[in-house]
């Protein structure tokens, strides 16, 4: 199993991963073009896309969904709360679920985690192949016992640490908006991931992605030093999903 990124944060996001013969996109907030484009990075073209799963309807994670399914014939997985939204735009095929459900795309077995974000019906994911087990969580505004059963054992996390708590409160956001992104059903800070790495790190994971974090509200500097005081150890290990480069090639079981 392989996980890339083709870019992470409030500009666009979208996570490929591969097993075998089969390969699945985990939204696509960018547009068909600039997807394509970022695919190339990769090795990839559109036309290697088995699915797409989206994980809620906003903008950032589902702009690009409709126009590339339908112009690659690739089925699209959403909740059904997601796909009622409107938002994804018309797809070459809509295969609904309810989130907390699993299903197969090809080699690769997908459980929908229901998270606490104010869309219609969000969900994370954790993917399976070959033994090795992928954990993409972003999005939500709080910690809940049911997300850290969900997530412990596996072997590669990629995971939200959107904002510093200081830096949103001093920022530019206007009051409604810096509510939003703080409250129960926004976006983790800092101290909130490094609470759920804790509850969820184990000898299992091996790679940790620090993702979707915000370029006005966050930076690296900010995740380090909390890194530094309560994971010294994922210090100098970490990857960063950027949102102009995302990473490259992980392979989870290197």
């Given at each position: 199993?392989?996980?890339?990124?083709?870019?992470?944060?409030?500009?666009?996001?979208?996570?490929?991963?591969?097993?075998?013969?089969?390969?699945?996109l985990?939204?696509?907030?960018?547009?068909?073009?600039e997807?394509?484009?970022?695919?190339?990075?990769?090795g990839?073209?559109?036309?290697?896309?088995?699915a797409?799963?989206?994980?809620?309807?906003?903008?950032?994670?589902?702009?690009?969904?409709?126009?590339?399914?339908?112009?690659?014939?690739?089925?699209?997985?959403a909740?059904?709360?997601?796909?009622a939204?409107g938002?994804?735009g018309?797809?070459?095929?809509?295969v609904r679920?309810?989130?907390?459900?699993?299903?197969?795309v090809?080699?690769?077995?997908?459980?929908?985690?229901?998270?606490?974000?104010?869309?219609?019906?969000?969900?994370?994911?954790?993917?399976?192949?070959?033994?090795?087990?992928?954990?993409?969580?972003?999005?939500?505004?709080?910690?809940?016992?049911?997300?850290?059963?969900?997530?412990?054992?596996c072997?590669?996390?990629?995971l939200?640490?959107?904002?510093?708590?200081?830096?949103?409160?001093?920022?530019?956001?206007?009051?409604?908006?810096?509510?939003?992104?703080?409250?129960?059903?926004?976006?983790?800070?800092?101290?909130?991931?490094?609470e759920?790495?804790?509850?969820?790190?184990?000898?299992?994971?091996?790679?940790?992605?620090?993702?979707?974090m915000?370029?006005?509200?966050n930076?690296?500097?900010?995740?380090?030093?909390?890194l530094?005081?309560?994971?010294?150890?994922?210090?100098?290990?970490?990857?960063?999903?950027?949102?102009?480069?995302?990473?490259?090639?992980?392979?989870?079981d290197?």
């Amino acid at each position: 199993m392989r996980v890339a990124s083709l870019g992470s944060g409030s500009k666009g996001n979208a996570t490929v991963v591969a097993s075998g013969d089969t390969c699945v996109l985990v939204d696509c907030g960018f547009s068909v073009r600039e997807a394509t484009r970022r695919l190339a990075r990769l090795g990839l073209v559109p036309g290697d896309l088995d699915a797409i799963l989206v994980t809620h309807e906003h903008s950032d994670h589902a702009a690009g969904v409709g126009t590339l399914s339908r112009g690659h014939g690739i089925p699209v997985y959403a909740s059904h709360g997601t796909a009622a939204s409107g938002r994804l735009g018309e797809c070459a095929a809509l295969v609904r679920f309810n989130a907390g459900e699993a299903f197969t795309v090809g080699g690769v077995t997908v459980c929908s985690v229901a998270v606490p974000h104010d869309a219609r019906e969000p969900c994370q994911y954790r993917l399976a192949a070959g033994g090795r087990e992928l954990g993409v969580l972003t999005d939500l505004g709080s910690v809940t016992p049911h997300v850290v059963a969900a997530y412990r054992g596996c072997q590669g996390l990629v995971l939200e640490f959107n904002h510093d708590t200081a830096m949103l409160a001093a920022g530019t956001y206007p009051p409604a908006l810096k509510r939003r992104v703080g409250g129960d059903w926004g976006h983790l800070n800092n101290r909130q991931a490094s609470e759920l790495l804790a509850a969820v790190d184990g000898p299992a994971l091996r790679h940790l992605v620090i993702a979707h974090m915000s370029e006005q509200n966050n930076s690296q500097a900010a995740v380090r030093e909390v890194l530094a005081a309560e994971h010294p150890g994922w210090l100098e290990r970490a990857h960063w999903a950027c949102q102009g480069e995302g990473f490259g090639w992980i392979a989870l079981d290197g």
